[in-house]
Every structure is written in structure tokens, then in C-alpha cells.
């Protein structure tokens, strides 16, 4: 498993039951809350915390024939356990060599902190965000948002 001075970059990550496991190495591209609406049914969640990872760093390990994998949009992949239901990635057609990874699946602490919100336009009403992190929203969920105008709107959702 991990070998100090070996393998130091490798960060793991599984679904809640363990069927699905998989490795990527560091460096990350990315990391940040999503707040639009496709991830937070997805999840059942107020918001989702995805990073990006080159998609050739990233490796399935394990439980490849667990993953169901399903078109959330015209451009959007997203694949779960279809044993335990968790949420594991998110590719968009539009930039294949990104994988989205749920941070929340790793095991080990990766190379950044998130860096900011996405889509807060569509953020939910009941969702009270109180850190100083940039936020990003309209028509695309990534044009700068002034600090008190993010008021809500429809929009073109993640993927
Ligand atoms: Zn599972
Ligand atoms: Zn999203």
C-alpha cells in the first residue's frame, strides 16, 4: 500500500460499501463546492465537493462492474456504486481528459483546499455558506458573483 518515498502520491478513494475503489495520482487540477442542482439531487446534499484529476492519472482498481455509469445531460457522465448508491464521478464530454472526482470518497488528504463555489446562483435556500471563498455563478456557474448579488436564477446546470 503506501510506501513512504513510493508510492507518497497516490491518493485512494472507494464507495461507502467498498465495491468500487480506485487510485489517482497527485497533482490535482482542481477543488471546489458545486452548488447546482444536478449534484445536489444527486447527492441529497446542500452542496457537492468535487476536485479534478487528469482523467489518464486516474485508475479503477476495483469494482468496475459495480459502476453504472449514466447520461445526466447532453454532455454529463455521472457513475455510482449500484450496490451503495454513492456518487463517484462526473465527466463532461466537453473536456474528456478531466475527471471529476467526490472528494468525499478519498481516504487520504490530497494536494489543496477547496478554492471557491460554483453555481451558487442555484444554490439552495437552506444552504448557509459563511467561509470568505470566491463565489461563482450565472448563466455558466463560473462568472464571478459580487458578494451580495448572487441572487438566484435558472441555468445551465453542471453536466
Ligand atoms: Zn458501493
Ligand atoms: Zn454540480
Redesign the pocket.
Known amino acids: 500500500m503506501d510506501k513512504p518515498g513510493e508510492k507518497a502520491e497516490l491518493v485512494h478513494g472507494s464507495c461507502f460499501c467498498g465495491a468500487v475503489r480506485f487510485e489517482f495520482a497527485l497533482p490535482t487540477l482542481f477543488c471546489g463546492h458545486?452548488?447546482?442542482s444536478?449534484?445536489?439531487r444527486m447527492h441529497g446534499a446542500g452542496y457537492?465537493t468535487?476536485i479534478g484529476v487528469p482523467t489518464q492519472q486516474l485508475s479503477l482498481t476495483a469494482g468496475q462492474e459495480q459502476l453504472t455509469v449514466f447520461a445526466s445531460s447532453e454532455h454529463g457522465k455521472r457513475s455510482f456504486c449500484n450496490t451503495c448508491g454513492s456518487s463517484l464521478f462526473?465527466q463532461s464530454s466537453k473536456h474528456p481528459e478531466i475527471m471529476d472526482i467526490v472528494l468525499a470518497n478519498l481516504h487520504e488528504t490530497i494536494d489543496r483546499e477547496p478554492q471557491a463555489h460554483?453555481?451558487f446562483s442555484d444554490r439552495a435556500d437552506w444552504t448557509a455558506i459563511g467561509d470568505v471563498l470566491p463565489r461563482f455563478g450565472g448563466k455558466t456557474?463560473t462568472e464571478p458573483l459580487a458578494a451580495e448579488s448572487a441572487g438566484h436564477m435558472t441555468t445551465e446546470?453542471?453536466?
Open positions: 458545486c452548488h447546482c444536478m449534484c445536489r457537492v468535487w462526473c460554483y453555481y456557474g446546470k453542471h453536466a
